[in-house]
C-alpha cells in the first residue's frame, strides 16, 4: 500500500488557497479568550525585599496587610504557605497572577523543618492537576501549579550558606528555580560581580540546576539576542527595588534616596530589576511549558511508578495469602487422611482380635 502526498500551492495563478495560514490568528484569540494562569512561588529569608519585589514588577499592592514580626515570634517561627491571586489585563490580554510568598522560611533558630511545607505545597498543586486530568470534567482544569520559583539570596556573606544549597537541592528538580541577591544596593559593583560569580560557581560545584534561558532563533532580531544574551549572564539577578517614587533631576521615577545618592529601580547601572521582568515576561509561556513537559511528567511519572509497584504488592500479598490457603487445605486434607488411616487400621486390628477370638474357641 504506498502513499500519494502531493502539494498544493497556497498562491500564484490556479492556486488553491485552504486558509490554514490563519491557523496562528485563531489560536490566539481563542488562548486570548480562555487568558493565562501563572503561579509564581517566592522564597527566602525575611528582610531581603521579596515583596517589594513583587509589588514593583506587577505594579501592585499584592502584600499591604504584612506584618513585620518581632524577635520573639521569629524565634520559633515555621514557615507558612501565603497565595496571593490578582486578575491583571493588559490590551485584552487577561493573566490570573498567583503569588505564593513563604513568610517564615529560614527565621528560626532551628530551620530544619522550613523546607519541607515548600515541597508539600508544590507537590500538592501537581497531585491535584493530576487529579483534574484523570477526572471526568477536564474542559476547566484550574492550573495552580508553580511555574518559577524566586529565591532570595542573601547579599551580607560570602557566596551560599548551608541552608541556600540544601533548599535549592530539594526544589530544584520539581520547579523553575531562578536565584536572585536580595538588596543588592549594599555592595558595590566590584562586590556583586565577585558574589554572582561565587553563588554561580557554587551552584555548578552542587549539581543544582536552575531555570536554563532557551537559545535564540537564528531569524530572531540582533536587538533581542542581546537582550537575551545580558539576561543570561546577569544571572543571579542582582536587585534593589522600590515602589516609592523620587525624584532625579526634574524627573520623578521609582527608587531609594541616600545620603549620598539615589539607587534608580529601572537603572540597569543599578539593579538588575528591568533584566529580570523582561525575563518573566518573554519567557513566561517557556516557564509554563517546561513546568508542562518536565517537572510535572517527572513527578507524574513518580506516581504512576508508585502506583503500579503499589498494585505488584497487592498481587503479590494477594498471591502469599493464596498460596497460605492452598497450604492450609493441603494441610487439612492430609489430617483427614491420617485420620481415616488411623480408623482404617483400628478396624482392621479389631477384625484381627475378633477372629483370633473365635479360633481359640
Known sequence: ?????????????????????????????????????????????????????????????????????????????????????????????????????TPGFGDAIDSSNCIAPLIDYIDEQYGRFLDYENGLNRKHISDTRVHCLFYFISPIGYGLKPLDIQVMKALHNKVNLIPIIGKADALTRREVSELKERIMGEIRDHGINIYSIPDCDSDEEEDYKEQIRSIRIALPFAVSSSIQMVDVKGRKMKGRQYPWGTVETENSEHSDFVKLKSLLITHMQDLREVTHEVHYENYREMRLRERSSSQVSATDSCSSEERERQLKEKEEELRRMQIQLQQLKSAMDQNLLEKKKEHEC
Open 1 to 101: 500500500m504506498s502513499t500519494d502526498t502531493r502539494s498544493v500551492a497556497s498562491n500564484g495563478v490556479g492556486s488553491h488557497v485552504l486558509g490554514f495560514a490563519n491557523l496562528p490568528n485563531q489560536v490566539h484569540r481563542k488562548s486570548v479568550k480562555k487568558g493565562f494562569e501563572f503561579t509564581l512561588m517566592v522564597v527566602g529569608q525575611s528582610g531581603l525585599g521579596k515583596s517589594t519585589l513583587i509589588n514593583g514588577l506587577f505594579h501592585s499592592d499584592l502584600f499591604k496587610d504584612r506584618k513585620i514580626p518581632n524577635v520573639r515570634d521569629l524565634a520559633h517561627r515555621t514557615t507558612q504557605i501565603c497565595p496571593v491571586s490578582v486578575e491583571i489585563e493588559e490590551k485584552g490580554v487577561k493573566l490570573k497572577l498567583t503569588v505564593v510568598n
